[in-house]
């Protein structure tokens, strides 16, 4: 069974930075386009940002605060979050699939995901 491992997620001050990373263990992640997801508490799960396995980017969640990079090398997809809201708190997760996509449905791997709490 193939899992995708999250980490990165920490409390962190409105304002702050923090850098989401996504590895995979037993795939090579640049074979997927990969996609990140947050569900914060009592509603349902929703896309923030997927790269394709070409490098196309979509965004569906602050675009302009949030960045989403792959590193091929280290087999590891990274999302950068900055200027952070208490409103981004969730936990954060990343899944594998063919292609992008915002909806949860058919992505074929996941990770456990990782909690990011902003609060002061």
């Known amino acids: 069974q193939v899992q995708l491992v999250e980490s990165g997620g920490a409390l962190v001050q409105p304002g702050g930075s923090l850098r989401l990373s996504c590895a995979a263990p037993?795939?090579?992640?640049?074979?997927?386009?990969i996609g990140w997801f947050r569900q914060a508490p009592g509603k349902e799960r929703e896309g923030v940002s997927c790269?394709?396995?070409?490098?196309?980017i979509y965004h569906y969640y602050a675009k302009d605060r949030f960045t989403i990079s792959r590193d091929n090398a280290k087999n590891m997809v990274a999302l950068q979050m900055n200027d952070l809201k208490p409103e981004d708190t969730g936990r954060y997760f990343c899944?594998?699939?063919?292609?992008?996509?915002?909806?949860?449905?058919?992505?074929?791997?996941w990770g456990q995901g990782t909690q990011v709490t902003v609060s002061s």
């Open positions: 037993g795939i090579a992640l640049y074979n997927y386009a």
């Open positions: 899944a594998a699939r063919v292609r992008c996509s915002g909806y949860d449905l058919f992505y074929e791997y």
């Open positions: 790269i394709g396995k070409s490098g196309e």
